[in-house]
Nanobody, 118 residues
Framework: QVQLVESGGGLVQAGGSLRLSCAAS????????MGWYRQAPGKQRELVAG???????NYADSVKGRFTISRDNAKNTVYLQMNSLKPEDTAVYYC????????????WGQGTQVTVSS
């Protein structure tokens, strides 16, 4: 089992920045990739960014150049630095982990609210 705990959400004005953190515990050795998803009211959950155990990253087009995903292996923590925030970034952000040989993310955090005011 893997446990994920997010922190760092909040209210920020458009153009501002926030950094989300996701601390992982449990069977860390089984994780091959971690990512951040978000879900806005009335919309489907979407992938924001992902990072592999080797450090390769991928981003949704809507956040490229503004968001950066990173990881601190010593702390078993993944970060999402969000800059130049827009009102359309408002959503609940979820940390997710995918085990080795899995196709889908199979562990999820409880979510943290990010609200960007115009």
């Amino acid at each position: 089992q893997v446990q994920l705990v997010e922190s760092g959400g909040g209210l920020v004005q458009a153009g501002g920045s926030l950094r989300l953190s996701c601390a992982a515990s449990g069977s860390i050795f089984s994780i091959s990739k971690m990512g951040w998803y978000r879900q806005a009211p009335g919309k489907q959950r979407e992938l924001v960014a992902g990072i592999t155990s080797g450090g390769s990253t991928n981003y949704a087009d809507s956040v490229k150049g503004r968001f950066t995903i990173s990881r601190d292996n010593a702390k078993n923590t993944v970060y999402l630095q969000m800059n130049s925030l827009k009102p359309e970034d408002t959503a609940v952000y979820y940390c997710a982990a995918r085990r080795v040989a899995r196709i889908e993310y199979d562990y999820w955090g409880q979510g943290t609210q990010v609200t960007v005011s115009s």
